[in-house]
């Protein structure tokens, strides 16, 4: 069973992804900020981390810097997804940023192809 790691500092978002993909067949963890998700990846590595970008603690562009330089996390696939009108610089060789609204659909696509590329 494939591994999502979902972090959000809202409650209701975490817990509506939580369901989508646990119905779609995946592990899925969570963590409301990104100190906490970077914790948990190191635990356990997961096969593709969703992340909001604004959080207290450790937002998600500091999340995946530090994911980037990781040895161990480096490769696992990041989905950023914000409001923001501009899409940040992540330096992560396999980031992909959203803009909320995103839709489950779309959101179950691509989690599916970055899965599979594993």
Same mark, same amino acid.
């Given at each position: 069973?494939?591994?999502?790691? $979902?972090?959000?500092?809202?409650?209701?978002?975490?817990?509506?992804?939580?369901? $989508?993909?646990?119905?779609?067949?995946?592990?899925?963890?969570?963590? /409301? !900020?990104?100190?906490?998700?970077?914790?948990?990846?190191? @635990? /356990?590595? %997961?096969?593709?981390?969703?992340?909001?970008? =604004? =959080? %207290?603690?450790? #937002?998600?562009?500091? &999340?995946? +810097?530090?994911?980037?330089?990781?040895?161990? @996390? !480096?490769?696992?696939? $990041?989905?950023? =997804?914000?409001?923001?009108? !501009?899409? %940040?610089?992540? #330096?992560?060789? #396999?980031? +992909?940023?959203?803009?909320? %609204? @995103? /839709?489950?659909?779309?959101? @179950?696509? &691509?989690?599916?192809?970055?899965? !599979? +590329? +594993?």
């Amino acid at each position: 069973m494939k591994k999502i790691l $979902v972090v959000d500092d809202e409650f209701d978002i975490l817990t509506t992804w939580r369901l $989508v993909l646990e119905m779609e067949g995946y592990e899925v963890t969570t963590a /409301s !900020n990104g100190r906490i998700a970077l914790d948990a990846a190191k @635990l /356990s590595a %997961p096969d593709v981390i969703i992340t909001d970008w =604004m =959080m %207290p603690h450790m #937002d998600g562009v500091e &999340l995946i +810097r530090s994911l980037a330089a990781s040895d161990t @996390l !480096n490769k696992v696939p $990041v989905i950023l =997804m914000s409001a923001a009108a !501009n899409a %940040p610089e992540l #330096d992560h060789p #396999d980031a +992909r940023f959203r803009r909320k %609204p @995103l /839709s489950i659909d779309d959101l @179950l696509a &691509l989690v599916a192809d970055l899965v !599979n +590329r +594993r």
